[in-house]
Nanobody, 123 residues
Framework: QVQLEESGGGLVQAGGPLRLSCVAS????????VGWFRQIPGNERLFVGV????????YFVAAVKGRFPISKDNAENTVYLQMNNLKPEDTAVYYC????????????????WGQGTRVTVSS
């Protein structure tokens, strides 16, 4: 069973950057697509972006496209979500997840999830 752990969340001012990390144990990221989702308490978990198993392709929701690149270090079994030019509306708990769907944009495309890391963007 793959276990995922996110880190890197925190409080940041609008316009600033944060880099989230997702580390896998019990499995290799080279075998999975890795997605990032975010959730505001009380709301549904929403797709942010995904990187394919071979790291050739990424896909993002329009709200973050161009601001949140995703990279993958298979040797370190780590995926990064680099969040640039953060906005207050980016405030949420961010989750990474792995699956075999490819470019999956729905929670049902993913099998294993981390516990999340909180990001708060102040205006």
């Amino acid at each position: 069973q793959v276990q995922l752990e996110e880190s890197g969340g925190g409080l940041v001012q609008a316009g600033g950057p944060l880099r989230l990390s997702c580390v896998a144990s019990g499995g290799s990221f080279s075998a999975y697509a890795v997605g990032w989702f975010r959730q505001i308490p009380g709301n549904e978990r929403l797709f942010v972006g995904v990187i394919t198993d071979d790291a050739v392709r990424t896909y993002f929701v329009a709200a973050v496209k161009g601001r949140f690149p995703i990279s993958k270090d298979n040797a370190e079994n780590t995926v990064y979500l680099q969040m640039n030019n953060l906005k207050p509306e980016d405030t949420a708990v961010y989750y990474c997840a792995v699956g075999n769907y490819g470019v999956g944009t729905h929670i049902y495309h993913y099998e294993y999830w981390g516990q999340g890391t909180r990001v708060t963007v102040s205006s």
